[in-house]
Every structure is written in structure tokens, then in C-alpha cells.
């Protein structure tokens, strides 16, 4: 009897030590409230009253719709902190009762989640594409005068493209995004952008007219339709499942990222990964003890985390991240997982 109440007593411990752990916590000199200002995202404001700037939905009491479709904030609009019956902290918005007015408010002028113009080059250009993306893709066949590469103002013609779409965009494959754990899987490809092209004259094979050239242009390369950027609506917030994966690529071809890089990683739609997650950045370590003059044994040092990122484009096996936070240089093959 005695054994089975220790248990119990230690159970009941254990119980309410990981549930203080997992409590939410304020960041240190939390403010009271906010005044929300141009410049200002979700994810810097979040940081301004929350260690965990991913448990953005809980102290604002979002269920998964309120997430996916956050109530817009917007210049002007003070933020403020407070508790409710058992003490929790929670955010809303102050509403200003002496001056009532109806007024509208125009979609762009809301908070994003992170700075749109880092990202804006990711949503309306894919500089990376899934394995197949560009298979079925429109292709130059053959170029003005034959000539090996075209520039501005230069004529392309080119097959399998939709008469219907008039601007497109100009890519070449690049190098092969391999899965770090499948070697033999290919995930997509580093495109390269080449520029942009004006369809003048649909048929089989279609003229083009090339508009902007970043780089020569020539037969081979691949077409897609031109796209807008499209910001979405998301709030940061970490999966509802546990993720493992890793960084399979750093925009730039640097090898090394930190904060406000661009990453890909190996994890996508298919794996339940959506816009507005938030990933740790984790890494293994190795060192060597020498045992004696002539052998020397390996230790596996428990992960460190290195860094956050936020998801904020997904496809289905790759997505792209932007490095929100980072403790030293992100590399390669680092650990994603669920913070």
C-alpha cells in the first residue's frame, strides 16, 4: 500500500511539473499593451509577450478556423495584456468606445504575419520546384535566327503553352535536392529564374517575345505561367504532430544560413505541414573520448537547438522557411522538428 501511494504521489508530481513546464510564459518585461504600428508582424509582436512566439494562438484563445483565418490587425490598433479568472494571460484588442465611427479598412493595410518583402520573391517566383515540375512544363524549341541564346526584346518559340496565358516566367533545372534521408530521392530541383517572357502569337510552337532576361536564354529551357505574389492570411503557430525532418537547402548556394535566410526543407503538405508553422532548428553533435594510447570512442551530444523557422510556402514533399531566430549558423541537413 505504502509503494502504491509513493507511486501515486509521484505521478501526481510529475503530472504538475510538466504541466508548469509546458505553461505559457511572458517574455521578460511583457508590456501591458501595444500600439501597433506600420512595420510591425505578428511574429515581432508575438516576441514582445511571449518567450514562445509560436503559442501566438493560445494566448489569444484561436481555435484551428481562427488560425487559418486570424481576425486582421491593423495600424493604430492597441494590443493589450491581460488575465482572466484563474490568472491566465491573454491578448485582444482594445475597442475605443468614446469616439464610435464606421469606417472600412482596406485588406493591405493589415499586420502580416512576417515581413512580406522577403518573401514576396518565393511566392511569385518557385526558385525551387518539385521533381516533375517543370516535365510538363511549356519549352523553347527553338530561338530568333537559331541563335544559341536570346536577351530583351529577342524571339522565342516554344511548345505546349496554354494560348490562353500571356505572361510567363523563364527557368532552367538546377541542381538536384536530394532527401537527406533517402539519398536516392530526388526532391525537386533548384530552378534557376531567367527572366520573363510576353506570349505574342499563340500556336504550335507559340512566339514569344522575351521581356526580361537575368541570364542567357536559350532552347531547353522551361516556361510557367507568371504568377502574383499571394500573401496569406496564417497566424504562427507549431504542428498539431510531431515533425522530423531536415534543411535540405539555403537560398543562395552559401551552405550556411542565420536569421532572415530563406531554407527549404524536406517536409511538405504531404507530411501535414502548413503555412504559418513554426520549426526548431536542431543539431547533433560528435565528440571523440580517447579511452586509451590507441582507441577512441564516439558520443552523441543530445540535440541543441539552433534556431526557428517559419513555414510560409508548401508543396507537397518541399516547403520554404524563413529563419525567424538562429543562436549560431544554419546549415545543411540540420534537424527540423516540432518546437
Known sequence: ??????????????????????????????????????????????????????????????????????????????????????????????????????????????????????????????????????????????????????????????????????????????????????????????AFYLGTAKQTRPGEPATFEILMAKQEIGRGDRLLPAAKPVLVDYVPHKPDTRVDGNVISVYGGVGVAGRGSIVSINRGTSDGIEIGHILALERNRTVFERTDSDHRTSLLIPAERVGLIFVFRSFKNISYALVVQSTGTIEDNDFVRTP
Open 1 to 190: 500500500m505504502i509503494r502504491i501511494i509513493s507511486a501515486l504521489v509521484l505521478t501526481v508530481a510529475a503530472t504538475l511539473c510538466n504541466a508548469a513546464s509546458d505553461s505559457m510564459q511572458l517574455a521578460d518585461q511583457a508590456p501591458s499593451s501595444h500600439t501597433v504600428v506600420r512595420g510591425d508582424t505578428l511574429w515581432d509582436i508575438s516576441a514582445r509577450f511571449l518567450k514562445e512566439p509560436w503559442r501566438w494562438p493560445e494566448i489569444w484563445r484561436m481555435n484551428k478556423e481562427q488560425i487559418r483565418n486570424p481576425h486582421r490587425i491593423y495600424p493604430g490598433d492597441v494590443i493589450v495584456l491581460s488575465y482572466d479568472a484563474d490568472g491566465k494571460p491573454r491578448l485582444s484588442i482594445q475597442e475605443n468606445k468614446l469616439q464610435p465611427k464606421i469606417y472600412s479598412r482596406q485588406v493591405d493595410d493589415s499586420i502580416p504575419s512576417i515581413a512580406p518583402n522577403v518573401i514576396e520573391p518565393f511566392l511569385s517566383t518557385p526558385l525551387i520546384v518539385e521533381a516533375d515540375g517543370l516535365d510538363n512544363a511549356a519549352s523553347i524549341v527553338s530561338t530568333q535566327q537559331d541563335r544559341v541564346y536570346v536577351g530583351n526584346g529577342d524571339v522565342a518559340y516554344v511548345k505546349n503553352a496554354d494560348p490562353a496565358v500571356r505572361d510567363w516566367q523563364v527557368y532552367r533545372n538546377g541542381k538536384a535536392l536530394l532527401d537527406p534521408t533517402n539519398p536516392d530521392r530526388v526532391l525537386g530541383y533548384e
